[in-house]
Nanobody
Framework: VQLAESGGGKVQAGESLRLSCVAS????????MAWYRQAPGEQRELVAK?????TVDLADSVKGRFTISRAKTAVYLQMNSLKPEDTAVYYC????????????????????WGQGTQVTVSS
């Protein structure tokens, strides 16, 4: 599974950006999809997550400003009212489920990361 992210860029505080992440390859079923971000010198943190049943979890710092949505093999992050503290590299992350194979009793879930897209917000 390959993940292609797009939509990052440089904006002024208060402006908006929409990030997209499209999965391709030998896909059976993508379950949870998420966006993480990592600012310089900081740990990577969860920004937003959406499950296969479209249950959404948002970080407190982005509630009311960011929205996550998805299609079968794509996930989007609408970012409004951007702040300088939103500046980071944003990474797409997905869980890909494979059904049982080779006589095994259970399927498995593999986790994939995108390459990251830079978001820079100036004051």
């Amino acid at each position: 599974v390959q993940l292609a992210e797009s939509g990052g860029g440089k904006v002024q505080a208060g402006e908006s950006l929409r990030l997209s992440c499209v999965a391709s390859g030998n896909i059976f079923r993508i379950d949870s999809m998420a966006w993480y971000r990592q600012a310089p010198g900081e740990q990577r943190e969860l920004v937003a997550k959406i499950t296969g049943r479209e249950t959404v979890d948002l970080a407190d710092s982005v509630k009311g400003r960011f929205t996550i949505s998805r299609a079968k093999t794509a996930v989007y992050l609408q970012m409004n009212s951007l702040k300088p503290e939103d500046t980071a590299v944003y990474y797409c992350n997905v869980d890909h489920y494979l059904p049982p194979a080779n006589g095994l009793p259970q399927g498995r879930t593999d986790n994939y990361w995108g390459q990251g897209t830079q978001v820079t917000v100036s004051s």
